[in-house]
């Protein structure tokens, strides 16, 4: 089993910045990639940035792309999400979730959950 813990979420005004944290404990062997979600008011689950823990290839929604930055230190299981020119429509609850890698589509397929970080972007 990983547990995962988010924090870093907060309030901030549009044009800000956020770093958010995911820290992974516990093991499972078949976890192999880390992906960020959001869950914003009025809208479907997006998912937002993915890492892999091999080669560190990253992959972002087009919504965040320029903006936005996932980044993993292997050695204590962290992953980020660097948050730069935060607009309105990026307030929800961010989630981090670890997960296996599907090589024939380079996706990561989630298996475990944190419970979610608020981030508001508001004026």
């Known amino acids: 089993q990983v547990q995962l813990a988010e924090s870093g979420g907060g309030s901030v005004q549009p044009g800000g910045s956020l770093r958010l944290s995911c820290a992974a404990s516990g093991y499972d062997s078949s976890t192999n990639c880390m992906l960020w979600f959001r869950q914003s008011p009025g809208k479907e689950r997006e998912e937002v940035a993915t890492?892999?823990?091999?080669?560190?290839?990253?992959q972002y929604a087009d919504s965040v792309k320029g903006r936005f930055t996932v980044s993993l230190i292997n050695a204590n299981r962290t992953m980020f999400l660097q948050m730069h020119s935060l607009k309105v429509g990026d307030t929800g609850v961010y989630y981090c979730?670890?997960?296996?890698?599907?090589?024939?589509?380079?996706?990561?397929?989630?298996?475990?959950w944190g419970q979610g970080t608020q981030v508001t972007v508001s004026s």
């Open positions: 979730a670890a997960g296996e890698k599907r090589y024939w589509t380079y996706s990561c397929q989630p298996t475990f």
């Open positions: 890492i892999y823990n091999d080669d560190h290839w990253t």
